[in-house]
């Protein structure tokens, strides 16, 4: 299977004071077109950064990462923002919804700089709070919302730009349990029906376990792969 996801030999370190921490050293991972992964390890492991440098949100110090063929690290921050709206979902766990708009109008956001109509964006947007299930909440306020409706939307707000890859961060943890059942079973579903890839951060095993495989990070290192399915 094609790998959409190429990393080689990455590193990557912040600078806290004077000194500089490393995070990820020498990291190498093919994620496949299709693929559900499911990251896991401990805090402080580099989950998070893996996921962000994944995203283009990110960039590496040294090494290479491509996505979709594309080497991000050579590409300006004008056009990686580019990429980043054209080719990636993000799902946070705290929902990242802007509070004073409707389900409906946080879904539409990424659309309002694209070249569809008005009419195209009302389609897309009613389409994807359709799929999960939040037709009749379209004019709620998050406020309004349980949190597994607040994360539905975020969701459908992730698919509306028909993105090649989703990434996902704990996106079940500020859950109760029924609610992230919904939310990883509509997480399966999309991947299954569109071939979505999905990249996902999660200290939950029963989350991680929705995923195709699981893959262990300790001290920026990948330590282990578990096939699910």
């Given at each position: 299977?094609?790998?959409?996801?190429?990393?080689?030999?990455?590193?990557?370190?912040?600078?806290?004071?004077?000194?500089?921490?490393?995070?990820?050293?020498?990291?190498?991972?093919?994620?496949?077109?299709?693929?559900?992964?499911?990251l896991m390890g401990p805090s402080g492991s580099g989950k998070s950064t893996l996921l962000n440098l994944i995203?283009?949100?990110?960039?590496?110090?040294?090494?290479?990462?491509?996505?979709?063929?594309?080497?991000?690290?050579?590409?300006?921050?004008?056009?990686?923002?580019?990429?980043?709206?054209?080719?990636?979902?993000?799902?946070?766990?705290?929902?990242?919804?802007?509070?004073?708009?409707?389900?409906?109008?946080?879904?539409?956001?990424?659309?309002?700089?694209?070249?569809?109509?008005?009419?195209?964006?009302?389609?897309?947007?009613?389409?994807?709070?359709?799929?999960?299930?939040?037709?009749?909440?379209?004019?709620?306020?998050?406020?309004?919302?349980?949190?597994?409706?607040?994360?539905?939307?975020?969701?459908?707000?992730?698919?509306?730009?028909?993105?090649?890859?989703?990434?996902?961060?704990?996106?079940?943890?500020?859950?109760?349990?029924?609610?992230?059942?919904?939310?990883?079973?509509?997480?399966?579903?999309?991947?299954?029906?569109?071939?979505?890839?999905?990249?996902?951060?999660?200290?939950?095993?029963?989350?991680?376990?929705?995923?195709?495989?699981?893959?262990?990070l300790e001290k920026g290192q990948l330590t282990s792969t578990a096939e699910q399915r």
């Amino acid at each position: 299977m094609t790998a959409l996801i190429e990393i080689r030999d990455i590193h990557k370190a912040y600078r806290r004071g004077s000194q500089t921490v490393p995070v990820l050293s020498g990291l190498s991972l093919d994620v496949a077109a299709g693929e559900y992964l499911a990251l896991m390890g401990p805090s402080g492991s580099g989950k998070s950064t893996l996921l962000n440098l994944i995203a283009g949100i990110d960039q590496i110090d040294s090494g290479s990462l491509r996505v979709g063929g594309i080497e991000l690290g050579e590409l300006p921050e004008r056009r990686l923002a580019d990429w980043r709206a054209a080719n990636v979902g993000f799902i946070f766990q705290f929902y990242n919804l802007m509070p004073v708009l409707s389900a409906y109008e946080n879904v539409e956001l990424p659309l309002m700089l694209s070249d569809l109509t008005g009419r195209e964006r009302r389609e897309r947007v009613l389409a994807a709070l359709d799929r999960v299930g939040l037709s009749d909440r379209q004019e709620h306020t998050p406020s309004e919302l349980s949190g597994g409706q607040q994360q539905r939307v975020a969701i459908a707000r992730a698919l509306i730009t028909e993105p090649t890859l989703i990434v996902a961060d704990e996106p079940t943890g500020d859950l109760d349990r029924d609610s992230a059942t919904e939310v990883l079973k509509l997480l399966q579903d999309l991947n299954e029906q569109t071939g979505t890839t999905i990249v996902m951060v999660t200290h939950d095993q029963r989350a991680a376990a929705h995923a195709h495989s699981i893959m262990r990070l300790e001290k920026g290192q990948l330590t282990s792969t578990a096939e699910q399915r």
